[in-house]
């Protein structure tokens, strides 16, 4: 159910955006019609239709707000619902009032979402609130109760403890339970912090008139380095073990890269005190890799990078600590190539050039700790590089 709810808020978020950037096409086009001194009436019209999308658009953003209010309040996440609903009622008034006004109340809106993210629960902190030994729901001790006899009807009632929610459910076992503290207290931070480029390609479409349309310019990713931060266990590099793999996401076939093919290479960070903190793991994409895309271009490949950080071997101790059920990985996955845009074309033919940017490669999603078989269906599902 709650899955559910996530896919129709993300249908809702993106209706929102759609109708916003229609809002600002015309915008656009609004600005052209009175570059080239259109008739008064075809500017109203393109006026009128963008007031209408961009409210469209504040509407669906401020329903998405309350919403994730709505949410925030019933996961106990009390300031980042306050910050939430506040934003949610500014978009709304946005609707309503134009102009400068307008504008005010729009920045007030998005510093709101900004700050409700900022408030948002770590994951260390939801643990703890939604955890069936957290005090979410009281359970109060009989007066005629022995002390075992309530930890006892604790532990037969720990599953109304918890909240009926998909990624709490597993929680009811404890074995799980330490392994998901362990995994929140260990590692910190998993991201890819670095990746190199090959030479660009570019890439034209253009409308059915051909004055519309769009430029690109598409480099494959030749080199990636991975950073892993761990608070405590890690000393040497050589604890560090890991695998590659590339899945098309399309038919869900995978396929692991040889060590000998990635030339990869482990070094250690250190903190300003001395202490070893992170793991930067530095890999090479083969290039038959990318020939194996080019030659199949309606699929398209993801790079999966798991590794896991040996503890002690010989008591077979590894990070991620695996309790129950499989052995379990950290993983991270991205996108094989890069596409930027170029240049645009708008209706009118008018071709516009988006100032340089420099170019960072740094992605802060896209990271769970699963089985490999897990880790090998999550893959499938498309990286966002950010």
Request: charged share 25%; aromatic share 12%.
């Given at each position: 159910?709650?899955?559910?709810?996530?896919?129709?808020?993300?249908?809702?978020?993106?209706?929102?955006?759609?109708?916003?950037?229609?809002?600002?096409?015309?915008?656009?086009?609004?600005?052209?019609?009175?570059?080239?001194?259109?008739?008064?009436?075809?500017?109203?019209?393109?006026?009128?239709?963008?007031?209408?999308?961009?409210?469209?658009?504040?509407?669906?953003?401020?329903?998405?707000?309350?919403?994730?209010?709505?949410?925030?309040?019933?996961?106990?996440?009390?300031?980042?619902?306050?910050?939430?609903?506040?934003?949610?009622?500014?978009?709304?008034?946005?609707?309503?009032?134009?102009?400068?006004?307008?504008?005010?109340?729009?920045?007030?809106?998005?510093?709101?979402?900004?700050?409700?993210?900022?408030?948002?629960?770590?994951?260390?902190?939801?643990?703890?609130?939604?955890?069936?030994?957290?005090?979410?729901v009281a359970l109060?001790?009989?007066?005629?109760?022995?002390?075992?006899?309530?930890?006892?009807?604790?532990?037969?009632?720990?599953?109304?403890?918890?909240?009926?929610?998909?990624?709490?459910?597993?929680?009811?076992?404890?074995?799980?339970?330490?392994?998901?503290?362990?995994?929140?207290?260990?590692?910190?931070?998993?991201?890819?912090?670095?990746?190199?480029?090959?030479?660009?390609?570019?890439?034209?479409?253009?409308?059915?008139?051909?004055?519309?349309?769009?430029?690109?310019?598409?480099?494959?990713?030749?080199?990636?380095?991975?950073?892993?931060?761990f608070r405590q266990?890690?000393?040497?590099?050589?604890?560090?073990?890991?695998?590659?793999?590339?899945?098309?996401?399309?038919?869900?076939?995978?396929?692991?890269?040889?060590?000998?093919?990635?030339?990869?290479?482990?070094?250690?960070?250190?903190?300003?005190?001395?202490?070893?903190?992170?793991?930067?793991?530095?890999?090479?994409?083969?290039?038959?890799?990318?020939?194996?895309?080019?030659?199949?271009?309606?699929?398209?490949?993801?790079?999966?990078?798991?590794?896991?950080?040996?503890?002690?071997?010989?008591?077979?101790?590894?990070?991620?600590?695996?309790?129950?059920?499989?052995?379990?990985?950290?993983?991270?996955?991205?996108?094989?190539?890069?596409?930027?845009?170029?240049?645009?074309?708008?209706?009118?033919?008018?071709?516009?050039?988006?100032?340089?940017?420099?170019?960072?490669?740094?992605?802060?999603?896209?990271?769970?700790?699963?089985?490999?078989?897990?880790?090998?269906?999550?893959?499938k599902d498309l990286?966002?590089?950010?």
């Amino acid at each position: 159910m709650y899955e559910n709810k996530g896919s129709y808020k993300s249908i809702a978020n993106l209706v929102g955006i759609g109708s916003e950037l229609t809002g600002a096409f015309f915008n656009v086009k609004k600005i052209n019609a009175v570059v080239l001194n259109r008739e008064s009436k075809v500017v109203s019209s393109l006026s009128n239709r963008a007031k209408l999308f961009n409210k469209v658009g504040a509407g669906f953003t401020a329903a998405v707000c309350f919403w994730e209010a709505i949410d925030a309040f019933s996961d106990n996440d009390n300031d980042a619902a306050f910050m939430w609903a506040g934003a949610g009622a500014m978009f709304t008034a946005g609707i309503f009032v134009a102009g400068p006004v307008g504008w005010v109340i729009g920045g007030v809106a998005i510093g709101l979402v900004y700050l409700a993210n900022y408030f948002k629960d770590k994951p260390l902190e939801r643990y703890f609130k939604h955890y069936w030994l957290s005090d979410r729901v009281a359970l109060s001790r009989n007066s005629d109760e022995a002390p075992w006899q309530y930890i006892n009807r604790v532990y037969e009632k720990r599953s109304t403890l918890i909240k009926d929610r998909e990624e709490y459910k597993n929680w009811k076992d404890l074995r799980v339970c330490h392994q998901q503290l362990l995994d929140l207290m260990v590692c910190n931070a998993m991201f890819v912090k670095e990746i190199k480029l090959s030479s660009e390609r570019p890439l034209n479409i253009d409308g059915d008139d051909g004055r519309a349309g769009a430029s690109f310019a598409i480099s494959d990713v030749s080199q990636v380095t991975i950073q892993t931060s761990f608070r405590q266990f890690l000393w040497f590099k050589d604890q560090l073990q890991y695998k590659v793999f590339v899945v098309n996401i399309k038919t869900g076939s995978y396929e692991e890269i040889a060590e000998e093919e990635l030339r990869g290479e482990v070094s250690l960070e250190e903190n300003e005190r001395g202490k070893v903190i992170a793991t930067n793991t530095t890999i090479n994409i083969p290039n038959r890799v990318h020939r194996k895309r080019h030659n199949n271009s309606s699929a398209i490949f993801q790079l999966l990078f798991i590794c896991k950080l040996t503890i002690d071997e010989e008591t077979n101790k590894y990070y991620p600590h695996t309790y129950v059920g499989e052995e379990r990985f950290m993983g991270v996955k991205m996108q094989l190539s890069e596409s930027k845009v170029t240049g645009t074309k708008n209706m009118d033919g008018l071709l516009f050039v988006p100032k340089p940017t420099d170019y960072k490669g740094f992605y802060y999603k896209n990271v769970k700790v699963d089985s490999l078989n897990n880790l090998l269906v999550w893959a499938k599902d498309l990286a966002l590089n950010m």
